[in-house]
């Protein structure tokens, strides 16, 4: 998939890119209603809603833009980092922005990691200048048993390999610190979160445990004082699972799991 998607990048001739798994279907006039939007104000960034096909439901999921930015400030950036839906495929992209900086030695993908629209995405996020939202669900995302998303082996480690990476980037970039706060938030919610549930489905409890091992090692080792996060503020389920995640949480995720008919 990396590399399909950086040749391509590398021939395509138009001004906005857009990035459609082969699995997947879109509406028909997904692409020009989105570049319509995208010329009213030369936006950087046009987002769609999607729609999650299952076997037998279907799933919203609205994008993270709540409103057109014709200038994203860095509380802005901050909130596009918390709230994101991090794969390419729901968005277009200004081409001079894609090529603006090469975030891997390979091209703008990392080839050879699962998961890397997230490696891309979190990257890119701090050079976008504009965004705009088309409250539509053009992009129909198709969920099948052999997907990357329902297959767990040992590449599911890809998911912290990818987090280091993103982490390092802000670093060398010397921006770290105005990202600081939602990065850590979105480092343990990561591994607390999308890592262990992912692990959890494979139903082999020493694997788990030592997952759950890994994950919580590198949290604490990180970031020490995670608990502090102003992202964790509040009584909603969600933050007190990950600022109290424990061995006892990760128990009944697996159990969950386990007894899931999925």
């Known amino acids: 998939m990396s590399d399909a998607r950086n040749y391509g990048l590398s021939y395509a001739t138009g001004e906005y890119i857009s990035f459609i798994d082969g699995d997947d279907y879109v509406e028909n006039n997904m692409l020009d209603v989105m570049y319509n939007k995208a010329k009213e104000a030369d936006y950087d960034v046009v987002y769609c809603n999607v729609d999650i096909v299952y076997p037998n439901k279907n799933l919203s999921i609205q994008a993270e833009l709540e409103k057109d930015l014709n200038s994203l400030t860095l509380d802005d950036k901050n909130k596009l980092i918390l709230y994101c839906y991090p794969v390419v495929w ?25 998961f890397e629209d997230v490696r891309m995405i979190y990257k890119l996020i701090p050079d976008i200048t504009s965004a ?60 607390y979160a999308t890592f262990i549930k992912r692990l959890a489905k494979y139903k082999d409890k020493d694997l788990f445990m030592k997952g759950f091992t890994q994950c919580t090692r590198k949290v604490k080792g990180n970031y020490p004082n995670f608990r502090k996060n102003k992202y964790l503020k509040g009584m909603l389920p969600k933050n007190l699972y990950l600022k109290y995640f424990n061995r006892f949480f990760a128990n009944l995720v697996f159990l969950r799991e386990k007894n899931s008919m999925n």
């Open 90 to 114: 729901n968005k277009i992209y200004k081409k001079s922005l894609l090529l603006k900086k090469k975030y891997e030695d390979d091209g703008l993908f990392k080839k050879g990691v699962w």
């Open 132 to 191: 705009a939202i088309v409250p539509d669900e053009f992009y129909h995302y198709i969920q099948r048993p052999n997907s990357i998303t329902h297959t767990y082996t040992c590449k599911l480690y890809d998911i912290l390999i990818n987090l280091e990476n993103i982490i390092e980037y802000y670093k060398v970039e010397e921006i770290y610190n105005d990202y600081k706060d939602v990065l850590e938030y979105i480092y343990m919610k990561y591994l």
